[in-house]
């Protein structure tokens, strides 16, 4: 049993060398930088999709408004009857 314990002790006192645990830092240290540099782009993205989407709300108000119009004035268009212009002369 002894003999195990001074194995797994020399495992851990490799694994904690100034060497390793300077290399396992910078491995530590590049992911987050990368993650960062990730994390701004996203940021980015999300950014710009948001001006878009704000102006195709914008875009999609003003359609609606503008259709809501046109469906009412041919609704009063219809409640006044045929207008002179719109009938059929006589000889067609």
Known sequence: MNGDTQH????TDDENTPAVLSR??????SRIAYQE???DT???AVVSQQKRLSTLERIN???QEKLRD??????EAEAQG?????E?????
């Open 8 to 11: 797994e002790n020399s495992i």
């Open 24 to 29: 396992r830092l910078e491995a530590l240290e």
């Open 37 to 39: 540099r990730w994390l």
């Open 42 to 44: 996203l940021d980015e």
């Open 61 to 63: 108000s003003v359609m």
């Open 70 to 75: 046109q469906q009412q004035a041919m609704q």
């Open 82 to 86: 045929p207008r002179p212009q719109d």
């Open 88 to 92: 059929i002369p006589p000889h067609y």
